[in-house]
C-alpha cells in the first residue's frame, strides 16, 4: 500500500510538472498570437462586419511599402468590383450614401447610387465607357451627359494625392478578414503630424488649413497580390471647415466612409451603352 502511496505521489508530481509546463506554452502562445473579434475603430454602421485579427509578433514589411506595392498592382486590375459606403452624420443628422458597381478595363464602369435624405430613398444609375457619359435618375430612362455624375474607385489609388500615396508610418499586422490573409494598416491623427494630412485633405476636397478634430484611416492590403480590399476613413471636425454642403445646424460632424473591394481580375458583366431616351 505504501509503495502504490509513493508511486501516486509520483505520478502526480509529474502531471503538476507538466501543467507547469503546459501553462507555460500557452502563456508563450498567448503572447506570440493574439486572436480575438475586432471592432472597426469607425462609426457604427458604416463598417459592415467585424474582422477576426490575429497579430503574429514576425517581421512583417513597413506600411509605406505595402501601399507602394498596392499602389503599383492596382492601376494595373483588368476588372473588379466595389461597394462603397459614405456618411456624414451630426446629431440627429444623418446622410447614407452608397456606391455599388463594377469596373472592366480600359474604361469602363457601371454603378448604383443608392441614398436616403428626410426619410425619403434615391437610386441612380451611371455608365463611363472611355469619354461617354451616361446616367438614368429614378423614374426615367437613360440619358447621355457631360460629364460622370458617379464616383470612380480608382481616384481612391492613383496621383500624387490617392490613399495609397499618403505618407503612411504605422505598424504593420497580420489579419483574415473574410477568409483572406491580409496587411492591416491603422494610421490616426493622433499619431502623425500635420505635415501627413496634405493628400487627404485635397483628395476629400477639405480646406488644407482646416485641421480636422480626428481622423482615423485603415488599409486592409491581401498579402498575395497586394490588392487593396477594404479601406476605412472616419473624419471629425468643424462643419464650416469640412466643405460638405448640406444644411447641417450643428458645428462637429463626421465623415465615414468605407471602400470594399472583389473579384480582381474575374469576369464581369459587359458594360454596354444602354438605350438612351428619345
Not at 480646406?207 to 477594404?230: C, Q
Not at 474575374?266 to 451603352?273: C, D, G, M, N, T
Amino acid at each position: 500500500l505504501s509503495n502504490d502511496f509513493n508511486q501516486k505521489q509520483d505520478e502526480i508530481a509529474e502531471l503538476n510538472a507538466n501543467a507547469v509546463v503546459l501553462s507555460e506554452e500557452i502563456a508563450n502562445l498567448k503572447e506570440l498570437a493574439r486572436v480575438k473579434e475586432y471592432p472597426v475603430t469607425v462609426e457604427k454602421g458604416v463598417v459592415s462586419q467585424n474582422v477576426v485579427e490575429k497579430t503574429v509578433s514576425t517581421n512583417l514589411p513597413s506600411s509605406s511599402s505595402i501601399l507602394e506595392n498596392s499602389q503599383d498592382i492596382m492601376p494595373t486590375l483588368d476588372s473588379f468590383r466595389f461597394n462603397i459606403d459614405m456618411s456624414v452624420k451630426s446629431d440627429d443628422f444623418e446622410f447614407p450614401i452608397n456606391y455599388q458597381g463594377r469596373f472592366k478595363a480600359p474604361e469602363s464602369l457601371f454603378q448604383t447610387l443608392s441614398l436616403e435624405m428626410v426619410g425619403l430613398a434615391m437610386k441612380g444609375d451611371f455608365i463611363k465607357i472611355n469619354n461617354d457619359y451616361y446616367e438614368k435618375e429614378p423614374m426615367s430612362g437613360w440619358a447621355a451627359t457631360d460629364k460622370f455624375e458617379g464616383i470612380d474607385p480608382r481616384d481612391f489609388w492613383t496621383g500624387e494625392d490617392s490613399l495609397l500615396a499618403l505618407p503612411v508610418a504605422a505598424k504593420t499586422i497580420r489579419v483574415n478578414l473574410e477568409g483572406i490573409d491580409v496587411y492591416k494598416i491603422t494610421w490616426s491623427l493622433a499619431d502623425s503630424g500635420e505635415d501627413s494630412l496634405t493628400g487627404i485633405l485635397s483628395l476629400l476636397d477639405i480646406e488644407s488649413g482646416a485641421i480636422p478634430d480626428n481622423m482615423l484611416i485603415e488599409y486592409w492590403i491581401d498579402t498575395e497580390n497586394f490588392h487593396l480590399r477594404r479601406c476605412v476613413i472616419s473624419i471629425k471636425g468643424k462643419v464650416a471647415d469640412l466643405n460638405l454642403g448640406m444644411p447641417i445646424e450643428s458645428d462637429i460632424a463626421t465623415i465615414s466612409m468605407e471602400i470594399n473591394l472583389s473579384a480582381f481580375n474575374e469576369a464581369v458583366e459587359p458594360i454596354l451603352v444602354p438605350n438612351l431616351t428619345p
